[in-house]
């Protein structure tokens, strides 16, 4: 378990558990995207460092472009509930609970 | 016989009957017409066939449908299937005539295309049912005929009481379809045929042991029971008088109803060795045609006595039909053919009077003598016929049907069919009293029909009249095409002739004491141990509450059972348990969806690191140890 222990994988440790902080703890819906990017890029850090070769350099790829994606439609998600709503908070939202 | 005979037997009555509607929809006033010239076509076709039948040819032709199951379009005219076929297809041709003007005055309320359309696919049926060889082509035919009397007995659809006795037609005669498909499947396991005249030249020539035909001959007495209205599956018929008039002339007089005797004319040869099968039928005819004649003695409803009537003439039918294949068959087919034709003309006037009357009921009738001259003198050959009068038809086909009795020495049988044709004699004598001669206070309106309605009954009165001389001709048929059959001449015929001659005096006597002390007799029936029997007539002989009676009980216990262990078990294991429990299950879980993001997130990351630990457990375990 030791080869998995430098410098790479602290900083994806450090850059996940920010994430996971962020979205635990913000009400704020942005915040959390802002959150999900660094969780997500924690894992692409991870694809480069363990990886080698051509196979993890197009798998990251991928993972960056549907990154994008889920960014454009969850903004677009949040830009429609604060038209709808008037807010971006989760906290005042629950009334969609089901 | 014309070039694509077979094809044109088919084809013109279902082509008409499909067209029919399409024809009264762009020509309302000429469908009537339409049907005509299709029934006319058909009668066409089938009177070509009589020249071949005649110089003895039987033709046949198998269309091949599915050769592997025996399932193929198969025709064998003989004298028997052609005389019903001519039967089915000249009535039919006068009852559709008589149709255009009877119908008319429904044609507001209800749509005659319906009506035109049944007629001539019932046609077509009962020819196809008459002339083919194969029984589950048969069958098929049999079912379609007992569709369109369904459809027909319940024509005035909005009529509860024709609507309940089109089911309870369908209904009854039902029991006796599904014996008959019981039967034809046996005789076909034990034969590996469906080809009438294969198995009966496996009989014939004995390759085939009839020991074992038992089960399927007392399934096919069944069917032939329910068709033809015989005890005890006869409750159908007098209700079925719910139709219009020319239906009850056509399917419950002349054609429908002798497709149960035909069905064991043509099955016979099979089953003759078969153990009391001839006994069983003639004791069926013989009981049945002693209590429908007492049923139609006090009946008031001119339909209904008719109906009555038909089933007692019927029972003569299976009566003659006992004597065997030397003596029974012809003198049944003879007296088919006789009861045919008188039976739908007095149908047809019965239709008239009722027509004119406006009730069915006899009592609402009465000196109707003046007022319908022609239809009175139709009745009277319809009657005279009936009632066996010499020279009427009725009085050749009875004397046959009695000298064929003694010839077999079926000595009891003579004697029913002798008491029964005074009863018959009585019954219809009455019926002429109360329609057309009793006085009345009040006059009754009664006009005679118009000319449409008339020349049908005029063909049919001359049939009456004439057709008892043509036995000899019809025996020619029969001889001709390979039936073994024979009229009984000498020392019994005579015998009969007397007997019905005496029966025919004793009849007039009784029925002038009945005229001349009506009031005495009606008091009579209402009193002591006569007013039970004469209640117990005219309720039927309760075979109708005993059926209700079972019937009913069949429906308590079927609702019994629907209580306790449908809606008892069944749904409350489904439902309650099955369905209730998951309900509940997820009433328990659903505190944990919050709808909280973070909380879940919170879950989901817990998760995350559980499943990380069991991934790495391994690796964990082995640092710890490899630490020590």
């Given amino acids: ?98 | 016989m014309l070039p694509y005979t077979y094809l044109l037997l088919i084809a013109i009555p279902f082509i008409g009957a499909a067209l029919t509607p399409l024809v009264g929809h762009f020509f309302p006033r000429a469908k009537g017409w339409f049907a005509v010239a299709c029934a006319a076509l058909s009668a066409v076709v089938v009177v070509s066939i009589i020249p071949d039948v005649w110089n003895g040819y039987t033709p046949g032709y198998t269309y091949l449908w599915n050769d592997a199951i025996g399932l193929n379009l198969t025709f064998y005219i003989d004298a028997l299937g052609l005389l019903l076929a001519l039967i089915a297809t000249i009535i039919g041709l006068l009852v559709v005539i008589y149709s255009v003007k009877y119908m008319e005055t429904d044609e507001k309320k209800y749509n005659l295309s319906r009506y035109y359309s049944l007629v001539l696919l019932f046609i077509g049926a009962m020819v196809c049912l008459v002339l083919t060889d194969n029984l589950l082509v048969l069958y098929f035919f049999w079912e379609i005929v007992g569709l369109c009397s369904y459809a027909l007995i319940g024509y005035y659809y909005d009529d509860p009481k024709a609507a309940k006795a089109g089911m309870k037609a369908f209904v009854t005669t039902r029991v006796g379809d599904a014996f008959l498909l019981i039967g034809i499947i046996v005789l076909y396991w034990q034969t590996k045929s469906f080809n009438i005249q294969e198995i009966i030249l496996a009989v014939e020539t004995g390759s085939i042991s009839v020991s074992s035909f038992a089960l399927p001959g007392a399934c096919f007495i069944l069917g032939a029971i329910g068709k033809s209205a015989q005890i005890p599956l006869h409750v159908w018929l007098p209700d079925a008088m719910e139709a219009p008039s020319p239906i009850s002339a056509l399917i419950h007089a002349a054609t429908m109803v002798n497709a149960g005797i035909y069905l064991i004319l043509r099955v016979m040869p099979i089953f003759i060795d078969v153990q009391y099968w001839l006994l069983a039928i003639g004791i069926i005819g013989g009981v049945t045609m002693l209590i429908t004649a007492i049923q139609a003695l006090v009946e008031i409803d001119l339909k209904r006595l008719l109906a009555y009537s038909t089933i007692s003439q019927l029972a003569y039918l299976m009566l003659a039909a006992s004597f065997g294949v030397t003596y029974g068959l012809f003198s049944s087919s003879f007296h088919l053919l006789v009861h045919g034709t008188f039976k739908a003309l007095l149908f047809l006037c019965a239709g008239a009077i009722i027509h004119s009357v406006g009730s069915r009921s006899m009592m609402d009738m009465g000196g109707l003598k003046n007022k319908m001259r022609y239809t009175f003198w139709m009745t009277m050959f319809g009657a005279f016929a009936l009632a066996g009068i010499f020279p009427f038809g009725g009085f050749w086909s009875k004397d046959l049907i009695f000298a064929s009795a003694l010839k077999t020495s079926h000595y009891l049988f003579f004697i029913v069919a002798a008491f029964t044709a005074l009863l018959t004699l009585l019954y219809t004598l009455r019926m002429i009293y109360l329609v057309f001669y009793r006085k009345r206070d009040d006059e009754v309106e009664a006009h005679d029909p118009s000319i449409i309605m008339l020349v049908p009954l005029f063909i049919l009165g001359i049939g009456a009249l004439t057709l008892g001389f043509f036995e000899h001709t019809l025996l020619h048929f029969f001889t001709n095409s390979n039936m073994h059959v024979e009229v009984v001449e000498g020392l019994e015929y005579f015998i009969s002739v007397g007997a019905s001659i005496t029966i025919m005096v004793i009849g007039f006597l009784i029925f002038r004491y009945y005229v001349h002390n009506r009031d005495k007799l009606i008091a009579l029936s209402k009193s002591g141990i006569t007013s039970s029997l004469y209640s117990a007539a005219s309720n039927g002989f309760y075979f109708d509450r005993f059926y209700l009676w079972l019937i009913g009980g069949l429906l308590a216990t079927g609702r019994t059972v629907y209580h306790k262990f449908d809606i008892g078990a069944t749904d409350r294991f489904c439902y309650e348990t099955v369905a209730g429990g998951t309900i509940k299950l997820g009433q328990k879980f659903r505190h944990a969806q919050t709808g909280d993001l973070n909380y879940n997130m919170v879950g989901i990351v817990i998760g995350a690191i559980l499943v990380t630990i069991l991934i790495f457990l391994p690796s964990i375990i082995d640092f710890l140890m490899g630490g020590v």
């Fill in chain 1, 1 to 98: 378990m030791t080869e998995y222990l430098n410098a790479y994988t602290l900083l994806v440790l450090i850059l996940i558990l920010i994430g996971l902080y962020c979205l635990i703890s913000k009400r704020n819906m942005i915040k959390m995207i802002i959150g999900i990017e660094i969780l997500s890029k924690g894992v692409t850090l991870n694809f480069i460092a363990t990886g080698y070769g051509g196979i993890a350099q197009a798998l990251v790829i991928v993972v960056i472009v549907i990154d994008v994606v889920i960014v454009a439609i969850a903004l677009s998600l949040i830009v429609n509930a604060y038209t709808h709503h008037g807010v971006i908070n989760l906290k005042k939202l629950k009334r969609l609970r089901g």
